[in-house]
């Protein structure tokens, strides 16, 4: 493995043990003083990273850890795995039953389920159906909100369901257009272009 190679997984290791701690209490100054060293010999020096290379860690508090551990995630945009957070998952999970409504109304029968990959690095959940997926995959993120979860599985259902079957699906009964996911009102809805953009359902409420 390359160097660069270790010293991310080396990071994302550290970024999973600080959320871990923050989230669950504990949080040692280790991981934290580690990860910061590790930015700043990358040239992504933040005010947290100086911070901690700055004052002498014994006079780091425990809330000082937190406070800072929490900026060195925020900085990097961290998002937990799945495997950190199953809540995600069990959020997506709920989104497909509630998906697979409206696919059962349209009248397809095949198993829908979540499965990940192991030549995913991103670690995103995929929308199996008929023993394929396709699309872009769902990033754990997602799993953080019911509404965007279900706009996200619904778009990545609708995507599997059509590139496996050839078929469009689900189509506007009233304009013969095909639908798309996306959002009214914090909601996840089914909406038209046909005759300028208008909503058909929320999603999982197609008749």
């Known amino acids: 493995m390359h160097s660069e190679e270790q010293a991310v ?104 389920r979540l499965v990940t990959h192991e030549w995913d690095s991103m670690g995103r959940a995929w929308v199996e159906f008929q023993g394929g997926w396709h699309g872009n995959g769902i990033e754990p993120l997602w799993g953080g909100s019911a509404q965007e979860a279900l706009r996200e599985v619904a778009d990545a259902v609708q995507e599997t369901i059509m590139a496996m079957t050839l078929n469009v699906w ?12 996306g959002y009214e009102d914090g909601m996840a809805v089914w909406q038209c272009t046909g005759d300028g953009t208008h909503t058909v359902a929320p999603v999982g409420e197609l008749p």
């Open 9 to 112: 997984q080396v990071e994302n290791a550290l970024m999973g043990r600080i959320y871990t701690a923050v989230r669950d209490g504990g949080l040692e100054a280790e991981p934290v003083l580690e990860l910061a060293y590790l930015r700043e010999e990358w040239g992504e020096s933040t005010p947290a990273t100086r911070e901690l290379l700055e004052r002498p860690a014994a006079q780091l508090t425990a809330t000082d850890l937190i406070r800072l551990g929490e900026d060195l995630l925020r900085d990097v945009d961290f998002t937990p795995s799945f495997a950190l957070e199953p809540r995600l998952w069990a959020t997506l999970e709920h989104a497909l039953e509630v998906v697979e409504r409206d696919v059962r109304a349209g009248g397809i029968t095949s198993t829908l």
């Open 170 to 181: 689900p189509v506007c009964a009233a304009h013969h257009r095909g639908l798309h996911a």
